[in-house]
């Protein structure tokens, strides 16, 4: 099957699912997000089953990436997170409706949920183009397909000011970070001449290349790339939105807009890096934004009360991890070393698996703990023993505590920042690092360490219910967490 | 699957099925039989005749990349790591027998023994493994079961706070072990994580001098955090007096062997020249742990709080034998962390037993108990001989051989070493006080009108007690026992740092 037909399965699966939310007369409307699952499983599967063209010849490779094997991984991301986000999706349903639904008579009961649920695959065919760019038009068509998408999931709760409120600023300034981002590009198209990502690489390697403007067009790009990953210092926009939005969507945010965003990030960064001229100058950009990235995560995650606010600003520090990998990228002469491909690539697989499983246990909870404060989870361990373990689990492989695929991660960006004798930022890595273990770890005191005396209100306990797909989910997840911690193969195979 | 592999993951399937629902203490108790069984075993089967090669070896490659080290899930046992792996399993099996049973924990018992398990299962890993990456990867796993540990089932009201600062302490420590240990990988050629081919690179082109002082001095503040090495001691004493008995006991007993293991398995043979540069640095800090923290012990007011203290008072013993750099030194070294790891545990396994029966481990709120508690207390009186280096208990052997090996060359003329081996015969004399003034003010004297007699410690905490004692004596009589395992295995070390 050739390799395009995935995207076009994935809008038609989203179409049908708008065509069975408006025509289609059902009671519940969970079943149009089991068609999302099943219909992204298949998808899933057919990721194994792709074709390459024979030649890149025709106009269309000209926008679309042909033989390209790193690509389908991240496609591979895009789907099991949006399948995750869906999961995560049917089990917010209540706090949906409740915020969405017409009080007008007549209106569906659950009116509002259809789309809920169809947009993220939408989202997904645009993920999935992403992976797959290879021109700075497509770059920027899969881009925009994803954020505007984003717009709406955001500000999906229209009866929150919270959601509202985040909605607001991410269109204020995703519409900025758009507007940078053309205008590199206009910058990068003037100095080579061309749109496709090969031939701008050829034309910057020229030593006779005009490297101001290069330069230019590379901190243009940086600017709006950044915003998209969640480097600082263009990081704020991070904890409100993902505090703010509803939260399958933060979780959605968290791993499938930064995968895309740091694959783009790759492949932008290649030709400046293949540079002589360039290459230096650009690490060292790098490296101070891996750098400033690094600590503000990290250290503004460690006073946090707000558990999602939390993992925003964790979601900041790994991008610093992130870009701390390209930042360390070996110059031509180093043979034999990681390449940042490949350690971005490994870290995010393991980001999904981690960061996927906390916001599961967060949606789940939430359906049963009325706020999302980190103090509101005192005595899970007894309500729920099985959430209690898969969060910690979750958190131990955030933190980077061996044997968990967190640690490979790290261990990848810290070898190659070695390996280039970055000690600056090896130092600054380390520091952040080891505050996360103060604050990945702190949501172990309510969790655990909380007895039910301490609540005073003499509330009843009650167990937290966890439904089936959350469940086989969860498990799933924690399996591969500590299977690739030993063998960390397990990934590395999918896309090398 | 080889006998290692079995012992290694044994425990943490036994975490894993606790963790399902199979009944906590049971599967606990089976699984450190087992253990326990398994490495006599494998203390049987290894041979003392083949030269200090590692033995029993199982390999399975696991990743293979351009640029990264090759990595293995690779066991084996030399001398060394039997000694340790020995010292584990009795430790790992007299923990689970002093923890309380399940229906007298008030929440939680499978977590309990689920932590107990790993922190275990993590030691044995780290013992075994004979690649770089595991011995860390291992280690790390008793980090969030100590915090759990303390801070749902530890004593005191600041367990808290206790929990905290273990955990970010050895958390930092080990960060800064992980960038030692990547440095002293990249310096070797970066190809490979298998500690003996590293170690033969580092003996046939070994790194540059300035770079080896760079990764020794890495290596001994990662490991030295994780030995309680003063100046990085601070967490030790107060972690112990907080933790529950049997974490007390695994992590004075056992984990807290694996930094002085690291600087034997690892930072010596990597970095030999590094080691060399920083002697005396070393000998100024043993000499911190031994005189420093040995007063700090006596002005102890609590049995938890002296123990914890004590403990890291001894390890400056340790670092004297590895200091001395020499067979008799290296050798008593590790006897040492031996005879040590044992007597602790026998130690915090009856202070917390005393806190439990009498609510308080304050010398001047116990005294006279001695009459209540007769068995206690004779059990009680050898291990603090033991601890004080007595004859007759494996501490003393080591002890012997530590102080012979660092003076040894003396007739060449008195060195650093030579001095820091006298002033450091002084921290005998302080073991002595410390020890025999617990035992006077818990055991002996009137009783105080407000302590009842709980009656005198049951089978069910004799018999740990009775196991860990016997070890010690075996060994305090018959040290060849272990020698004969160590020396060989210490012969290669020296080789390699030449």
Redesign the interface.
């Known amino acids: 099957m050739p390799v395009y037909f995935l995207e076009i399965i994935v809008v038609t699966l989203g179409l049908l699912m708008l065509m069975v939310d408006a025509f289609a007369k059902i009671e519940d409307k969970r079943s149009i997000a089991w068609i999302g699952m099943v219909g992204l499983l298949v998808v899933f599967g057919l990721l194994f089953a792709v074709k390459w063209p024979e030649s890149a010849d025709g106009a269309f490779w000209q926008f679309y990436s042909a033989n390209d094997q790193i690509s389908l991984f991240y496609k591979g991301i895009a789907v099991i997170t949006t399948i995750i986000v869906l999961i995560m999706a049917v089990d917010f349903r209540h706090i949906v409706v409740a915020q969405t639904a017409d009080p007008e008579k007549g209106a569906h009961p659950q009116s509002g949920l259809g789309e809920f649920f169809a947009l993220p695959v939408f989202a997904c065919a645009g993920l999935m183009l992403m992976a797959s760019a290879n021109n700075l038009v497509s770059i920027f068509v899969s881009l925009e397909t994803v954020t505007i998408t984003f717009y709406i999931l955001v500000t999906y709760l229209r009866r929150n000011v919270g959601s509202l409120e985040a909605g607001v600023k991410y269109l204020i300034l995703g519409a900025l970070s758009t507007g940078f981002l053309v205008y590199g590009f206009a910058w990068l198209f003037g100095i080579t001449g061309s749109m496709q990502l090969a031939e701008i690489a050829s034309s910057l390697a020229d030593p006779e290349v005009n490297s101001a403007a290069a330069l230019f067009a590379f901190a243009l790009i940086l600017v709006a790339l950044a915003f998209k990953v969640g480097g600082a210092p263009f990081h704020f926009w991070i904890p409100d939105v993902y505090q703010g939005a509803p939260t399958p969507i933060t979780a959605f945010l968290s791993v499938g807009s930064k995968a895309a965003g740091f694959i783009i990030f790759l492949r932008l960064i290649g030709p400046f890096l293949a540079s002589d001229v360039l290459a230096e100058k650009i690490c060292l950009v790098l490296a101070a934004i891996a750098g400033i990235t690094l600590i503000m995560g990290n250290l503004a995650a460690m006073p946090q009360k707000n558990f999602k606010r939390l993992l925003a600003y964790s979601s900041v520090a790994h991008a610093g991890f992130l870009l701390m990998a390209l930042a360390s990228a070996p110059t031509k002469s180093a043979v034999?070393?990681?390449?940042p491909a490949?350690v971005v690539t490994f870290y995010l697989g393991a980001y999904l698996l981690m960061t996927l499983l906390v916001f599961l246990v967060v949606t789940t909870v939430r359906n049963s703990i009325a706020g999302e404060e980190i103090d509101s989870y005192k005595g899970l361990?007894?309500r729920s023993?099985f959430l209690a373990?898969m969060l910690?689990i979750a958190m131990?492989s955030l933190a980077g505590?061996?044997?968990t695929a967190g640690?490979y991660g790290k261990?990848?960006v810290?070898?190659m920042a070695?390996?280039q004798g970055n000690w600056t930022l090896?130092i600054i890595g380390?520091i952040g690092?080891?505050s996360g273990?103060?604050y990945y770890?702190k949501i172990?005191?309510p969790v655990?360490?909380a007895?039910s005396s301490d609540d005073g209100s003499g509330e009843e306990i009650s167990s937290i219910p966890v439904s089936a797909p959350a469940r086989v989910a969860m498990i799933i997840l924690t399996v591969a967490i500590i299977a690739v911690g030993?063998?960390?193969?397990l990934i590395?195979t999918l896309f090398s | 699957m080889s006998i290692l592999e079995i012992i290694v993951f044994l425990p943490l399937l036994a975490a894993l099925a606790i963790g399902l629902g199979a009944p906590a203490r049971f599967i606990a108790l089976s699984a450190s039989v087992l253990v326990l069984i398994m490495s006599l075993v494998s203390a049987i089967q290894f041979s003392t005749s083949i030269e200090g090669t590692m033995q029993m070896v199982s390999t399975r490659p696991l990743l293979e990349m351009d640029g990264f080290p090759s990595l293995s899930l690779s066991f084996g046992l030399d001398g060394i790591s039997l000694v340790m792996l020995l010292l584990s399993a009795i430790v790992m099996l007299a923990a689970v027998l002093v923890s309380p049973k399940e229906e007298e924990l008030e929440r939680n018992p499978r977590l309990y023994y689920l932590s107990l398990l790993l922190i275990g299962g993590g030691a044995l890993g780290a013992f075994c493994s004979t690649d770089l990456f595991f011995l860390y990867a291992f280690h790390e796993l008793a980090l969030i079961p100590t915090f759990l540990m303390i801070g749902i089932f530890g004593a005191g009201s600041d367990r808290l706070k206790t929990a905290w600062t273990i955990t970010i302490y050895l958390g930092v420590g080990s960060l800064i072990l992980l960038v030692g240990l990547i440095l002293a990988v990249s310096g070797l050629g970066g190809s490979t994580f298998n500690i003996e081919e590293l170690t033969a690179l580092a003996s046939e082109s070994p790194m540059a001098s300035q770079m080896q002082a760079w990764v020794f001095l890495l290596l001994l503040v990662g490991f030295g955090i994780l030995v309680s090495l003063f100046p990085f001691h601070s967490w030790a004493a107060p972690a112990y007096a907080a933790a529950p008995t049997p974490v007390a006991m695994l992590h004075a007993g056992v984990l807290k062997k694996f930094g002085l293991y690291g600087i034997i398995r690892v930072a010596l043979p990597f970095a030999p020249s590094g080691a060399e540069a920083l002697l005396n640095v070393i000998l100024f800090l043993l000499l911190g742990n031994i005189i420093y923290i040995g007063l700090v012990t006596i002005a102890q007011k609590s049995l938890d709080r002296m123990l914890g203290y004590s403990s890291v008072m001894h390890m400056g013993y340790i670092f004297l034998g590895l200091a001395a750099g020499n067979e008799l030194g290296l050798s008593g070294a590790v006897l040492l962390m031996f005879g040590h790891g044992i007597s602790i545990a026998l130690l915090f396994a009856m202070s917390g037993w005393l806190r439990e029966k009498y609510g308080t481990l304050d010398f001047d709120k116990l005294g006279g108990i001695g009459k209540q508690v007769p068995k206690l207390a004779l059990i009680f009186g050898f291990a603090a001989f033991a601890s004080a280096g007595l004859p007759g208990f494996a501490n003393f052997a080591a002890e012997i051989e530590v102080f012979i090996g660092a003076f040894a060359g003396a007739e060449d003329g008195f060195g650093w070493i030579q001095w820091a081996t006298i002033i450091s015969l002084w921290g005998v004399v302080i073991s002595a006080v410390y020890m025999l003034r617990a035992y006077r003010s818990i055991f002996m004297g009137p009783i105080p009108k407000k302590v009842e007699a709980p009656g005198d410690v049951g089978w069910n905490t004799r018999l740990p007690l009775l196991i860990l004692l016997a070890a010690l004596m075996a060994v305090g009589f018959v040290p060849e026992i272990l020698n004969q395992y160590i020396r060989p295995a210490v012969m290669v070390i020296l080789t390699a740092v030449g």
């Open positions: 034999g070393s990681l390449s490949m361990a007894k023993p373990f910690i131990a505590i061996p044997l640690f261990l990848f810290f070898k070695a390996d090896l380390l690092a080891a273990f103060y770890l172990a005191v655990f360490f007895t030993v063998n960390p193969n590395i």
